[in-house]
């Protein structure tokens, strides 16, 4: 398939939110990427329900939600009533990810699995044909703007091999630091959706650089 954009709105202008989230509206992109923080599983923090659901109201395209939260069995259904449509939770801040999965499932979302940068694709073995995502953190995530660790590309075409191995269908995400200067990499690698926060808010046209980024 040809890959998704997913504007992360992490860099969108909180207090423009609504203009930012009208230009993802009406440009070439996909997924919003919806970036939750707690400050304890990664030292930032960001935002909750009550902007996600502000959010819904105006996004026309799928919320791509990000929990970089520890236990985020807690607040499952809460995710789905505030809007959204793929809820990712991080391998290292579960315990019983295998039952985290079949939750977000159950209550009506697809589910994905982050990783992190020291996490090996092969703890997912086991789980691949029960996640709809497979997320490859290419920065230490908890903020926008890092450098892309080039490691990543490595990770995105073992998941790949790994998702022909176990005959999966996940979807291959990566995020963080992926710009115009790296993209093809990292579609070639494997990726199916990439999330652009930096390099997208921060150039002087959002919409052309999404457009750019599609092809
Ligand atoms: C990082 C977040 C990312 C971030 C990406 O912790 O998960 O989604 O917004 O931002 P860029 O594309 O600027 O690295
Ligand atoms: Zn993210």
Not at 75 to 82: L, T, W
Not at 85 to 111: F, N, P, S
Not at 114 to 122: F, G, Q
Request: proline fraction near 5%.
């Amino acid at each position: 398939m040809a890959h998704l954009i997913a504007p992360s709105i992490l860099s969108a202008d909180f207090a423009n939110l609504q203009r930012d989230i009208d230009m993802i509206n009406r440009s070439q992109a996909d997924w919003f990427h919806v970036d939750v923080m707690d400050g304890l599983f990664v030292p930032n923090i960001s935002f909750g329900m009550p902007v996600i659901s502000a959010v819904k109201k105006h996004a026309t395209k799928p919320l791509d939600v990000h929990l970089m939260i520890v236990d985020p069995d807690r607040y499952i259904p809460a995710f789905k009533k505030c809007g959204a449509d793929i809820l990712t939770v991080h391998a290292e801040a579960c315990t019983h990810l295998h039952r985290t999965i079949q939750y977000i499932k159950q209550e009506g979302m697809k589910a994905g699995v982050a990783i992190n940068p020291h996490t090996p694709v092969s703890v997912l073995r086991e789980i691949a044909h029960d996640m709809d995502l497979l997320l490859v953190m290419s920065v230490n995530p908890g903020f926008g703007g890092q450098s892309f660790i080039e490691r990543s590309l490595a990770k995105i075409s073992e998941a790949k091999t790994m998702r022909e191995a176990c005959g999966a269908s996940f979807v291959i995400e990566v995020d963080g630091g992926v710009s115009l200067n790296n993209y093809r990499k990292v579609v070639d690698a494997g990726a199916d959706v990439l999330v652009a926060g930096n390099a997208v808010f921060a150039t002087a046209d959002p919409v052309g650089t999404i457009e750019a980024l599609k092809k």
